[in-house]
């Protein structure tokens, strides 16, 4: 019951964050501290994940190819399809999840028990929309272009990692790059990641959003959404896949 | 002038506010009274509208505040300031950016009129160049008055303060007290302040109201809530002994 409760919270919420902003020049301002705050400052993370997890997938797909009979550059086409298909979209959106989703709960649900929402409310300004609208619409800008910054990193951490190792050359990982290319993965991958940017954004703002109580109840609210964005994500990811690639 | 009108609140099967009626005068520092738990801070946030009323009417000079959806009501809270009990400063802005920001939100004023302006307010609460602190850098005497100078930014016609002078040595409340007083009479503004502070009330409070079990229990002034010979009223006012010595002097004096 609660659940269906909270579902129906959250599509009202949805539905406040929505409403025109009270100045456009304000918006515009928030909007772009809210890219530094979410997109440029999860660069560095972004940037060491994918070139481990590009170099580590390089690594275990030729530790696997034990077959003669499999071509050397399948390391660079395994590479390249579980980059695109699922590690950049999705696993670095479950890790983002954690560093942007519970920054988001934790701010905004600080903001609620120290009654700085309640200020808003009472000035007449439209929380919600002043609050969480600059920032799901920085995420859903700046995530597809972190999704792309992390796929050219991981496919580069993959061919140091098999040049380094001597696993293979340069020509082969790249000619595994470009085998059978299908340029509507890249489509998929972004899509998923503007659903993701989402999800992670407005599950975490509803649950810092209604947070009741004090420090502890922030503590939950931020480690909820952390905990249901992730869960979110791995839904949205298999209906997205179903929808999308079959 | 703010009128409530038999307003009733319940949090689940707690019922909170039971037919409360109750006005408050333009111009005057109208206070709301009471011990902990009666329901004085949910009344504040049922005629701002931060809570819902399940039942009655709160309007603001003839307007039904109640009737209204959140976007009318909106255009009401423009004419509101309301000082919080932890004072609710934003803590990622400066003193300045604090003040300014009802003013960026809702005027076309420029900058240097801005400026003017949160300087003025900043004068009025004496905290003239600390425009450039952070509310963290402040003390907690001089976040109530930068929260001060936030809720008069915008000129209102309503202002609300929620226990101004919890948490503040006597020395800094009396200052507080006095500039909530000089505030309400120099702007003509409706002032509602919550307060357990006895001093306050003998100092600043035009019309006293007392809530006791979720009711207007008494109203009147600052003097005859001393000459009342309503029990809960004297077991309210008179709990510490150093009142309960002034009044026998008073009534040896009578």
Request: hydrophobic share 45%; glycine share 8%.
């Amino acid at each position: 019951m609660k659940v269906l409760v909270n579902i129906g919270k959250y599509f009202m919420m949805l539905g406040i964050v929505f409403s025109k902003p009270e100045k456009w020049k304000i918006f515009r301002v928030r909007l772009f501290n809210e890219i530094e705050a979410i997109g440029i400052k999860s660069l560095p993370i972004v940037t060491i994940l994918s070139v481990f997890m590009g170099a580590v997938i390089s690594l275990q797909t030729a530790s696997n190819m034990d077959s003669p009979l499999l071509p050397e550059y399948t390391i660079g086409f395994i590479t390249r399809s579980s980059t695109i298909l699922e590690f950049s979209p999705t696993i670095l959106s479950l890790i983002l999840a954690g560093k942007i989703g519970s920054n988001i709960a934790s701010e905004i649900g600080t903001m609620r028990v120290t009654e700085q929402i309640d200020a808003l409310e009472t000035m007449g300004v439209n929380s919600l929309s002043y609050l969480v609208l600059p920032k799901l619409s920085a995420a859903v800008l700046f995530f597809p272009i972190i999704t792309i910054y992390s796929i050219v990193l991981s496919l580069i951490g993959g061919w140091i990692a098999i040049i380094s190792s001597n696993l293979s050359t340069t020509e082969t990982y790249v000619l595994g790059l470009r085998s059978f290319f299908v340029l509507g993965n890249i489509g998929y991958a972004l899509v998923k990641t503007v659903v993701f940017a989402f999800v992670i954004v407005s599950i975490s703002s509803f649950y810092g959003y209604y947070t009741k109580g004090g420090a502890l109840d922030v503590g939950r609210s931020s480690t909820q959404a952390v905990v249901i964005s992730s869960i979110v994500i791995l839904i949205c990811n298999f209906f997205l896949t179903q929808m999308i690639l079959l | 002038m703010i009128e409530v009108k038999n307003i009733n609140k319940s949090f689940g099967s707690n019922k909170i506010l039971k037919d409360l009626s109750a006005s408050f005068q333009t111009g005057k520092v109208n206070m709301i009274i009471g011990q902990s738990g009666q329901g004085k801070s949910v009344l504040a946030k049922c005629i701002v509208g931060l809570h819902e009323v399940d039942e009655g009417v709160v309007s603001y000079d003839g307007r039904n505040f109640s009737e209204l959806d959140n976007f009318q009501r909106r255009e009401i809270r423009k004419e509101i300031g309301m000082l919080f009990q932890g004072s609710a400063l934003f803590d990622s802005m400066t003193v300045e950016e604090n003040i300014m920001f009802p003013l960026k939100m809702f005027t076309d004023m420029s900058k240097k009129e801005m400026l003017e302006r949160v300087n003025f307010c900043l004068d009025r609460v004496n905290l003239s160049g600390k425009n450039k602190l952070l509310p963290a850098e402040c003390s907690g005497g001089m976040q109530k008055r930068i929260g001060i100078a936030r809720a008069i930014a915008m000129k209102p016609k309503y202002l609300f303060c929620d226990e101004p002078n919890s948490g503040l040595d006597p020395r800094t409340s009396i200052v507080i007290d006095n500039l909530i007083k000089e505030i309400t009479y120099e702007f003509n503004i409706t002032t509602v302040v919550i307060s357990h502070d006895m001093n306050s009330v003998i100092e600043i409070g035009d019309n006293i109201i007392f809530i006791h079990e979720g009711q207007n229990w008494w109203n009147g002034d600052r003097n005859s809530i001393i000459k009342t010979d309503n029990k809960e009223i004297n077991d309210f006012v008179y709990a510490s002994e150093f009142m309960g010595r002034i009044k026998l002097l008073m009534q040896k004096n009578l």
